[in-house]
């Protein structure tokens, strides 16, 4: 019988990279219905809206450029990137 040393780890470090993609995904979503002026009467558009505001409520008016599509291209951006860049630095972290 052998042993694999990190197998465990390997499918926790799955699950978090997966975790991470889906909330940075839900977050680009919304900066892609916003940028194409998706119908906000719309279940599924208000949805992703107010998802990806919980998710980047941290982060939502952190810039105050005049442009609205600015603000929200850089305060949403910014929490997917760092949820991507932490997710992923976690997994690997695991995966060692």
Not at 5 to 17: E, F, W
Not at 20 to 31: H, K, N, R, T
Not at 67 to 81: K, M, Q, S, T
């Amino acid at each position: 019988m052998s042993y694999r040393r990190g197998n465990g780890s390997g499918t926790a470090a799955r699950v978090i990279v997966a975790v991470a993609d889906v909330m940075a995904f839900i977050i680009g979503l919304w900066i892609l219905m916003y940028l194409l002026d998706a119908n906000r009467g719309n279940e599924l558009v208000e949805f992703v809206r107010h998802s990806a505001r919980w998710l980047a409520g941290w982060s939502y008016d952190l810039f105050t450029f005049d442009a609205a599509w600015a603000r929200v291209v850089c305060g949403y951006g910014l929490a997917a990137v760092v949820y991507l860049f932490i997710g992923h630095a976690v997994a690997g972290r695991i995966r060692r």
